[in-house]
């Protein structure tokens, strides 16, 4: 199982990104998925979670200006970033967690991480 995020860059504050993690791999079931955020210094910190069935939430600092969805179909998940701030200045990771068989417990992934830079 493989978790691969694109969508990073350089924005201007103020501006909007969207970051798109899609899993591939031999898959029975995507459980929840999520998007973490690490900034230089710092530890990873939790931006969003959705469940399988759409259910949502969001860190502190992000909540009115981040939207997290999924698209079962696609295995994919993404991060509509609205009303950047120089702190959101970090690397983006996502993460699922994923199950490759009816009989076979869940187990958790990340992705490799895209880099986002807010200028101010």
């Known amino acids: 199982v493989q978790l691969q995020a694109s969508g990073g860059g350089l924005v201007q504050a103020g501006g909007a990104l969207r970051l798109s993690c899609i899993t591939s791999g031999n898959i029975f079931r995507i459980n929840g998925m999520s998007w973490y955020r690490q900034a230089p210094g710092s530890a990873r910190e939790l931006v969003a979670v959705?469940?399988?069935?759409?259910?949502?939430n969001y860190g502190a600092s992000v909540k009115g200006r981040f939207t997290i969805s999924r698209d079962n179909a696609k295995k994919a998940v993404y991060l509509q970033m609205n009303s950047v701030k120089p702190e959101d200045t970090a690397v983006y990771y996502c993460?699922?967690?994923?199950?490759?068989?009816?009989?076979?417990?869940?187990?958790?992934?990340w992705g490799q991480g895209t880099l986002v830079t807010v200028s101010s």
């Open positions: 993460n699922a967690d994923v199950r490759v068989a009816a009989d076979v417990p869940t187990t958790n992934y």
């Open positions: 959705i469940s399988a069935g759409g259910y949502t």
